[in-house]
């Protein structure tokens, strides 16, 4: 496995979540990371991006200001801050990893996808 998601869980309107990737060496290194998300009956979407080393970010509209992507290059792990939690994040959320350093919001820029965790947002 080449990334291993986790954090995920219930949490209530306005709670907070952390998420977790780890990731092989070879899957994290000179490549931007991304978080995916998937609710139900709707189609995959790039929520955040983060570049390999010089700190560029990319979020989608709805999270600006609410979460936070960082990754941690000596620990090969990825990480997605979210706060002010809505009912409309409830999604799967998948880790995935790019195929070269700079971000992309592009699927298809990504080749490598991690297995997904649930994030639940009651009202």
């Known amino acids: 496995v080449q990334l291993q998601a986790s954090g995920g869980g219930l949490v209530q309107t306005g709670g907070s979540l952390r998420l977790s990737c780890a990731a092989s060496?070879?899957?994290?290194?000179?490549?931007?990371m991304g978080w995916f998300r998937q609710a139900p009956g709707n189609e995959r979407e790039l929520v955040a991006s983060?570049?390999?080393?010089?700190?560029?970010?990319y979020y989608t509209g709805s999270v600006k200001g609410r979460f936070t992507i960082s990754r941690d290059n000596a620990k090969n792990t990825l990480y997605l801050e979210m706060n002010s939690l809505k009912p409309e994040d409830t999604a799967v959320y998948y880790c995935?990893?790019?195929?070269?350093?700079?971000?992309?919001?592009?699927?298809?820029?990504?080749?490598?996808w991690g297995q997904g965790t649930l994030v639940t947002v009651s009202s």
């Open positions: 995935a990893g790019a195929r070269f350093s700079r971000i992309s919001t592009s699927d298809y820029d990504y080749n490598y």
């Open positions: 060496k070879r899957t994290f290194s000179n490549n931007a």
């Open positions: 983060i570049s390999w080393n010089d700190g560029a970010t």
